[in-house]
């Protein structure tokens, strides 16, 4: 059974960081692909970030410099690191993996 359990979300003030993870299990981890999405309230999911498993990164543009998106196989993990947060950075942050997703993890950057 494939599980993937995000943590690391909260409230943060603008111009903070948090760090995302996303630990895999029922996975070959170190084979797959690792994405992160994010949904803000009454917009669709969009995607943030990826890892490949060669560690090729991708990100979507608007979070390019900000934040970094990494992997420990060893751990099953992908992280996303997110500095200079901004309002509209607030969204549910979702971990995709193996074509599975996890429950996702609150992400509030308010004053």
């Known amino acids: 059974q494939v599980q993937l359990v995000e943590s690391g979300g909260g409230l943060v003030q603008p111009g903070g960081s948090l760090r995302l993870s996303c630990a895999a299990s029922?996975?070959?981890?170190?084979?797959?692909?690792m994405g992160w999405y994010r949904q803000a309230p009454g917009k669709q999911r969009e995607f943030v970030a990826a890892v490949t498993s060669g560690g090729r990164t991708v990100y979507e543009d608007s979070v390019k410099g900000r934040f970094t998106i990494s992997r420990d196989n060893a751990k099953n993990t992908v992280y996303l690191q997110m500095n200079s947060l901004k309002p509209e950075d607030t969204a549910a942050y979702y971990c995709n993996g193996a074509q599975h997703w996890g429950q996702g993890t609150q992400v509030t950057v308010s004053s």
């Open positions: 029922g996975i070959i981890f170190s084979k797959w692909t």
